[in-house]
């Protein structure tokens, strides 16, 4: 099973969001799913994990976050964050008429997760978390930072395929040529004339600009219990940078009957196509209704 129909709603600000809704396959009615991507990512990353949760008997949709894929860009930058972003999620479900999901959440998408669980906790069954947490490491946070919406001349479509690959190479070391082509395919649009153009609004690192760098970080660690509540699943990648043994330490303590998994050889973050993912995706689902 691999088709999906275009969904659109509107903001409560106006803006026409897009996600791929993904048909649930036979046997009894489940609760749905709904995926979240990362930072400067669309849901075209869920295009094989989708099909996977549909074909377990779960409806699935894979959203495309403000600024991002085929979602209208914010006129105001400032209002990309994950507490605009959980109310974007509201209002699918509002217009959509569900009541609640299981959330599988891929960096930010567990950051808007969590953020979803302080303002509409009846919405979450439970939640798979991709490679995040209330404590990040600066050594990721400054990668991430260094190259999201910074001017990139991409010619071509092999331009295109050496910026994915030196701004993720490190994080999948053992992907091959197929691997690649499919990440330019996720990451970049075919703009004017058929040059590729990432599937970003490039003003979503202005907050990230205007914040100030002597202002304490915001204590994430309530937002994570607050998550966590509901039966959780944490996947992280095993060489990621992003989300260290301390963060995963610190999220155990907090939350004791979080099921983990780490993916061996992989970075931030895993597609949650690996078999390790995968194996452990499945299994917590089993047990959710």
Not at 46 to 71: H, K, M, N, Q
Not at 267 to 272: D, F, K, Q, S, T
Request: glycine share 10%.
């Amino acid at each position: 099973m691999t088709g999906f129909t275009d969904r659109w709603w509107t903001s409560a600000d106006g803006l026409k969001l897009y996600a791929r809704d993904y048909a649930a396959g036979p046997g009894p009615a489940r609760l749905p799913v709904v995926c979240i991507h990362g930072l400067t990512r669309n849901s075209r990353d869920f295009g094989e994990v989708a099909p996977y949760l549909a074909a377990s008997g779960r409806r699935v949709l894979a959203i495309d976050v403000r600024g991002r894929g085929r979602s209208d860009r914010d006129p105001e930058p400032m209002n990309y964050h994950p507490g605009t972003y959980a109310d974007d999620v509201g209002a699918l479900f509002d217009q959509l008429g569900l009541s609640q999901a299981v959330f599988v959440g891929t960096s930010m998408g567990g950051l808007i997760s969590m953020m979803l669980a302080l303002r509409r906790p009846e919405l979450i069954a439970g939640s798979v978390i991709n490679d995040v947490g209330p404590q990040l490491s600066p050594v990721g946070l400054a990668r991430i930072v260094a190259y999201t919406g910074k001017p990139v001349e991409i010619r071509n479509w092999k331009d295109a395929r050496e910026y994915v690959k030196r701004t993720n190479g490190a994080a999948f070391p053992h992907n091959r040529d197929r691997d690649w082509r499919m990440f330019v395919d996720r990451v970049f649009d075919r703009g004017p004339k058929g040059r590729p153009v990432l599937a970003y609004d490039p003003r979503i690192a202005e907050p990230f600009k205007a914040a100030s760098p002597d202002k304490p970080a915001p204590d994430m660690l309530p937002v994570f219990m607050a998550l966590a509540r509901k039966p959780m699943l944490l996947v992280r990648g095993g060489i990621s940078d992003l989300l260290d043994q301390d963060g995963v330490a610190l999220m155990r303590q907090h939350a004791s009957n979080m099921a983990y998994v780490e993916v061996p050889d992989v970075g931030h973050a895993p597609m949650l196509t690996e078999p390790a993912a995968r194996a452990a995706i499945l299994r917590f689902l089993g047990e959710l209704a």
